[in-house]
């Protein structure tokens, strides 16, 4: 089901993002968001949003932040035009680089921020959790880069599937502490760090991977990759002599898609979030939250989220680790409940169809995750031919090798034009 606002009340919040003034002071985007915590992290999270307040948008921060970005992870990240997808699709396409940032996703914007915000804040040491194993990259170079221990939580399942990035993280000098519990996924490895950081709220920063969680993760990792939609923006200018007529990127919890939207609200471009459609319709065939979910509170924040009749979350299922979470950013839920911004699913076959055209048209070996944006952004070119649309490359596939290798590449697929 989608969640939709009355008109009004739409348009009011609609316009109060686009002000600047979500979320308010009580950590909500309208119905969404806040902080839903235990008791026992309630000084941690106000410490937090102390810190944040402070600092985020210091010049002494904001130049350190500014200089890391640009010396160190490698932006502006490039825009680059896809003449033959284009000449397939019948659109104009162009590809926002993420796979290109050191470690090879947009992760390492929002890790190098936090970090040096833990720095700032005095942390001792730093503990992450990650699905696709990219965050958790990230998070390990970013601590080596400001010389903090780093602990990554990540699901048993996602170790399996994702063994490149658990060994990346150990060279980097991360602990990586396997989670047997739950679904084993992202959503468990969360709250295993969440229960690490309650035995020592004062020495430990949780450095959150996405737009999810409790007030202020989902503003604070907002923020943190915004650049992405801002480079983008003043690229297709320069590059392509305007804005897209529209955007995609795919959604998990959110973090990349977020940073594309954002900057992006108040012009008139339709923005298009996809999620994992796994393999069916059901609960626990997908990971498609805002297109089949429910509002709930899910690790500190009221949002959309996949549960039962009774309030249970369930279980997910995607191709690619990063997608396989049961719950997504609260302002996406208000995106969506204000309907600007359309959310919709693409399943794990069209996906890897989709990472098959790209990589043998354009030479470029995208992430499951972002695999799900290029397939639905085929569909909607074939009813939409001869316009312009960018698309979020939110990673790099290295990591995705292991589980490619157990689909063999389709016959003719890597022939001619």
């Not at 001792?124 to 699905?131: N, P, S, W």
């Not at 998070?139 to 990540?154: D, F, I, T």
């Not at 979020?392 to 016959?411: A, I, Q, W």
């Amino acid at each position: 089901m989608t969640f939709a606002l009355p008109a009004a009340e739409a348009q009011a919040l609609l316009d109060a993002t686009l002000r600047g003034e979500l979320p308010d002071d009580r950590g909500r985007f309208g119905p969404f968001g806040g902080r839903y915590v235990p008791e026992t992290l309630v000084p941690a999270f106000e410490r937090l949003e102390q810190g944040v307040r402070e600092h985020l948008h210091d010049a002494g921060f904001q130049a350190e932040f500014q200089r890391e970005l640009r010396e160190w992870v490698g932006r502006p990240t490039a825009l680059t035009h896809a003449p033959r997808l284009s000449e397939h699709w019948g659109t104009e396409v162009w590809l926002k680089r993420e796979d290109l940032a050191h470690t090879g996703a947009h992760k390492i914007n929002n890790a190098i921020g936090q970090a040096l915000l833990a720095k700032r804040l005095g942390a001792r040491r730093v503990i992450a959790e990650t699905g696709a194993g990219q965050h958790g990259v990230a998070s390990a170079a970013a601590c080596a880069r400001v010389g903090l221990p780093c602990a990554v939580y990540m699901g048993a399942v996602d170790i399996e599937r994702q063994a490149p990035n658990v060994d990346r993280m150990k060279r980097l000098g991360a602990d990586v502490i396997a989670v047997e519990t739950g679904d084993k996924t992202l959503r468990a490895a969360i709250d295993e760090a969440l229960r690490e950081w309650v035995t020592d709220p004062a020495g430990i920063y949780y450095l959150l991977g996405s737009a999810v969680g409790a007030h202020p993760y989902p503003y604070l990792v907002r923020e943190l990759q915004s650049v992405i939609g801002e480079e983008a923006r003043q690229q297709m200018i320069d590059q392509a002599g305007g804005l897209p007529d529209a955007v995609f990127a795919c959604v998990g919890g959110g973090s990349n898609a977020i940073g594309l939207f954002y900057p992006l609200l108040g012009d008139d471009i339709e923005l298009i979030g996809v999620e994992a459609g796994g393999t069916g319709d059901g609960l626990g065939q997908n990971a498609a939250t805002l297109a089949t979910g429910t509002p709930g509170v899910l690790q500190g924040a009221y949002t959309m989220i996949l549960q039962d009749a009774d309030g249970q979350v369930q279980e997910t299922h995607s191709i690619s680790a990063g997608l396989d979470y049961s719950g997504v950013g609260p302002e996406h839920a208000l995106l969506q409940a204000t309907g600007r911004v359309t959310y919709v699913s693409a399943n794990d076959a069209d996906s890897l169809a989709a990472l098959e055209e790209l990589c043998a048209t354009e030479g470029v070996l995208t992430a499951l995750e972002t695999a799900h944006a290029y397939a639905y952004a085929r569909e909607w070119s074939s009813r939409n031919p001869g316009k312009r649309i960018l698309i979020g490359n939110s990673g790099r596939g290295d990591k995705d090798m292991p589980t490619l290798t157990r689909y063999p590449v389709r016959s003719g697929s890597h022939g001619g034009a």
